[in-house]
């Protein structure tokens, strides 16, 4: 543990002047504290008068009194005066403070001291343990830095970089107890998110426990069954379009049946006609003479003259030549008729063609109508449902739940990770966490300089527990006598004083301890080596020590609130 407390002799040794004017029941007052001064006098002369004084301009706090406002100051002034003066200084500079102004002006670097080495505050009772906890914590710097953050949350098995970087940028911004209140409003947030997770009130028995049945599927196991399942499904829906659209077509095919059968019999009809009308034109042509000069060629035969007649397009005929040769005008006449039934018979071979075509159309169609009867007659029951649609939307269906129930149990496993780190940075942060750890610490230290402090005087020592509660020995302190408990209250000071750097200490009414115990208290502060202002009651001035004889400073006698140097009354 590192060490607090500057030593004796780190603490600069000086002599301090004290100037008060018209102050409270002080009109005047001029101390040297060179490194003690000691201000006696019967009640209600001034001496807590100048100590007030002295303290408010050390400590630069203009209105000593507590609860007292900056327009009532001209309270602190002297009854008949008009202004109060108290001016502090050493070598290297000083500091007046003026009432009713409450105003405080320096120059160059005047002696300081806290509030509580000059008695203004103290952390003892009416303070309350929590407060001086609070207090004792900013005064011995014992709040946990960044390095003993992250330490802890290392050993508390999180990541400490991770945390820090949320948590440290809080404790800066809003303190300790300010980062305390910010994280437990985060977990009642990642609370509610378990909550609507999981439908379920968080606790940590119930989120330790909250496992649906899940085997050992992963999450990719669970999204390819999804996947299957979802196209099985796809493909019965697929399947009953398709034969639904079927069975219609069928339907529809089987319905036009007999108009198909009436119209093939029509093109039956219709080549039959066409058939006996080619035949007739085919007649009609082979009929008709040649007409032209005939081409006589030997029969392969007889060797006899032959003549070739080209009747149609598709039929020749071998004829004998004519016995006398046609004129002109009989040829046209035959050439005429040729042509003549040349078309006629084109055309016949054309509509016989047309009809034909026809006939293989419709008998196509009976054909597919017949068929889609047939099929219709014998249509299985599989194939109107097609695949099982209800069982594939059902396995759908269970597929979806179970990946729904694996990333739900996911999700709310990680809030519960997350809510059970939030209560481990809690309770590091919370008063009683690593701040009190730390302070703990600090306190042994601390109380190692109380009883260091207690010993030189010879007193029981002073010491402070982990809750805060302050004892003499080992007594509690509300338990003590007013004079132990002055003790406590002046050791208390005095360490304020080194830890802090105080440049005066101020210890006002010492005359509640007795002679020894006085003799005690000067020699700790001998020891201490911090100038110090004392203050105390007593019946008459020859009863008031004189510290000048001892070399340990200067005695002062305040009588009618006019402070002189007990010496010179004496040498008188």
């Known amino acids: 543990m590192p060490e607090l407390f500057p030593k004796h002799g780190e603490f600069p040794v000086t002599s301090i002047s004290i100037r008060v004017r018209n102050f409270r029941g002080c009109a005047s007052a001029d101390v040297e504290c060179s490194p003690l001064a000691l201000v006696g006098g019967l009640n209600a002369v001034g001496k807590s008068s100048i100590a007030q004084a002295v303290g408010a301009a050390l400590s630069g706090n203009a209105l000593p009194v507590a609860g007292l406002r900056a327009n009532a100051a001209g309270v602190l002034v002297r009854v008949g005066a008009a202004t109060g003066t108290v001016e502090v200084g050493n070598a290297e500079g000083s500091c007046t403070v003026e009432w009713p102004a409450a105003r405080v002006t320096t120059h160059g670097r005047p002696p300081q001291a806290s509030a509580y080495a000059v008695g203004l505050e103290t952390i003892a009772p009416p303070m309350t343990a929590k407060d001086r906890l609070r207090i004792l914590a900013e005064y011995l710097h014992a709040d946990p830095t960044r390095e003993d953050l992250a330490a802890a949350l290392n050993e508390a098995g999180l990541?400490?970089?991770?945390?820090?970087?949320?948590?440290?940028?809080?404790?800066?911004?809003?303190?300790?107890?300010?980062?305390?209140?910010?994280?437990?409003?985060?977990?009642?947030?990642?609370?509610?998110?378990?909550?609507?997770?999981t439908g379920a009130n968080y606790g940590s028995r119930v989120a330790a426990s909250w496992r649906p049945d899940l085997g050992e599927l992963k999450e990719n196991d669970l999204l390819a069954e999804v996947a299957r399942t979802s196209n099985e499904r796809d493909r019965a829906l697929s399947a009953q379009a398709v034969s639904a659209d079927e069975r219609r077509r069928l339907e529809e095919e089987a319905e036009l049946c007999q108009t198909r059968q009436d119209a093939l019999g029509r093109a039956v009809s219709k080549v039959e006609e066409y058939t006996a009308a080619y035949q007739k034109a085919q007649q009609a042509r082979a009929a008709l003479p040649p007409a032209g000069k005939q081409d006589v060629i030997p029969c392969p035969h007889c060797g006899g003259p032959i003549v070739i007649n080209k009747v149609s397009l598709v039929e020749t005929r071998f004829e004998k030549p004519d016995a006398a040769a046609l004129d002109s005008a009989e040829l046209g006449k035959r050439r005429m008729a040729i042509a003549e039934a040349d078309g006629k018979l084109s055309l016949a071979d054309k509509d016989l063609q047309e009809a034909r075509r026809f006939k293989a159309a419709a008998e196509n169609a009976v054909k597919a109508s017949e068929s889609a009867r047939e099929r219709i007659a014998n249509w299985p029951r599989a194939v109107e449902t097609g695949t099982d649609i209800a069982t594939a939307e059902a396995q759908l269906q269970r597929a979806?739940?179970?990946?729904?129930?694996?990333?739900?149990?996911?999700?709310?496993?990680?809030?519960?990770?997350?809510?059970?780190?939030?209560?481990?940075?809690?309770?590091?942060?919370?008063?009683?966490?690593?701040?009190?750890?730390?302070?703990?610490?600090?306190?042994?230290?601390?109380?190692?300089?109380?009883?260091?402090?207690?010993?030189?005087?010879?007193?029981?020592?002073?010491?402070?527990?982990?809750?805060?509660?302050?004892?003499?020995?080992?007594?509690?302190?509300?338990?003590?006598?007013?004079?132990?408990?002055?003790?406590?209250?002046?050791?208390?000071?005095?360490?304020?004083?080194?830890?802090?750097?105080?440049?005066?200490?101020?210890?006002?009414?010492?005359?509640?301890?007795?002679?020894?115990?006085?003799?005690?208290?000067?020699?700790?502060?001998?020891?201490?080596?911090?100038?110090?202002?004392?203050?105390?009651?007593?019946?008459?001035?020859?009863?008031?020590?004189?510290?000048?004889?001892?070399?340990?400073?200067?005695?002062?006698?305040?009588?009618?609130?006019?402070?002189?140097?007990?010496?010179?009354?004496?040498?008188?």
């Open 400 to 572: 979806e739940k179970r990946l729904v129930e694996y990333r739900s149990k996911t999700e709310a496993d990680r809030l519960h990770r997350l809510v059970e780190g939030n209560e481990l940075v809690i309770s590091l942060l919370a008063a009683d966490g690593l701040r009190a750890k730390k302070l703990g610490r600090v306190i042994d230290v601390f109380n190692a300089q109380l009883g260091n402090l207690a010993q030189s005087a010879f007193w029981r020592g002073v010491r402070l527990d982990d809750a805060g509660n302050l004892a003499y020995g080992d007594r509690p302190y509300s338990l003590l006598s007013t004079s132990e408990q002055y003790r406590v209250r002046a050791v208390l000071a005095v360490a304020m004083a080194q830890i802090d750097g105080s440049e005066l200490i101020i210890l006002d009414g010492i005359d509640i301890l007795d002679a020894p115990s006085r003799g005690q208290l000067i020699g700790m502060l001998e020891e201490v080596e911090i100038p110090t202002l004392i203050t105390m009651t007593v019946a008459r001035r020859e009863q008031l020590p004189d510290l000048a004889a001892s070399e340990l400073g200067r005695s002062y006698w305040l009588a009618v609130g006019v402070l002189e140097p007990l010496e010179v009354k004496v040498a008188a």
């Open 159 to 197: 990541d400490p970089e991770l945390v820090l970087k949320s948590i440290w940028p809080l404790i800066e911004q809003s303190g300790w107890d300010g980062a305390v209140t910010a994280r437990r409003d985060r977990g009642a947030e990642l609370k509610g998110q378990w909550r609507q997770c």
